[in-house]
């Protein structure tokens, strides 16, 4: 508390680097028809910086970025290339618990792929819990269960 540590903090540097963005997978939807579509989103999204692979899948629309980017800058990017883009908008539809539910399932998806939407999944866990209760009531554990019969 003395006068070298009043001056100290005069002295003292702060850092002004930025923290390094966490490794991402961002998959975006990208209607592409050839072969030069698909090369124009390759090479606009590969010259970003902290990108370190590019996958395109032509049949299914989309394309997978991973690397240390943000999603809204690989978003602009591609949609900088002329190209109708949006973020990838369906699961694979064995991790839906209703996956017919209205706006989940689409037709344009690709096979074995639904619309993330909340509908789709399941509301609660108090919905199992009351189906638990009325097949404890007659089952052979229950003794009162003759009597509901």
């Given at each position: 508390m003395g006068a070298l540590d009043y001056l100290s903090n005069f002295c003292i540097v702060t850092s002004t680097?930025?923290?390094?963005?966490?490794?991402?997978?961002?998959?975006?939807?990208?209607?592409?028809?050839?072969?030069?579509?698909?090369?124009?989103?390759k090479?606009?999204?590969?010259?970003?910086?902290?990108?370190?692979?590019?996958?395109?899948n032509r049949k299914q629309h989309r394309v997978t970025v991973?690397?240390?980017?943000?999603?809204?800058k690989v978003l602009k990017r591609v949609k900088s290339t002329g190209k109708r883009a949006e973020f990838w908008p369906y699961i694979p539809?064995?991790?839906?618990?209703?996956?017919?539910?209205?706006?989940?399932?689409d037709k344009r998806a690709p096979s074995g792929y639904v619309r993330n939407v909340v509908q789709a999944l399941p509301a609660s866990n108090a919905a199992p819990a009351a189906e638990e209760n009325i097949v404890s009531l007659f089952s052979d554990d229950n003794v009162n269960a003759c009597s509901l019969m």
């Open positions: 680097r930025s923290k390094r963005k966490p490794m991402q997978t961002v998959e975006i939807k990208v209607k592409m028809d050839c072969d030069g579509c698909e090369r124009r989103v090479n606009a999204v590969t010259s970003m910086k902290g990108v370190k692979s590019v996958e395109v991973s690397g240390y980017v943000e999603p809204n539809q064995h991790l839906v618990y209703y996956p017919y539910a209205s706006g989940a399932y």
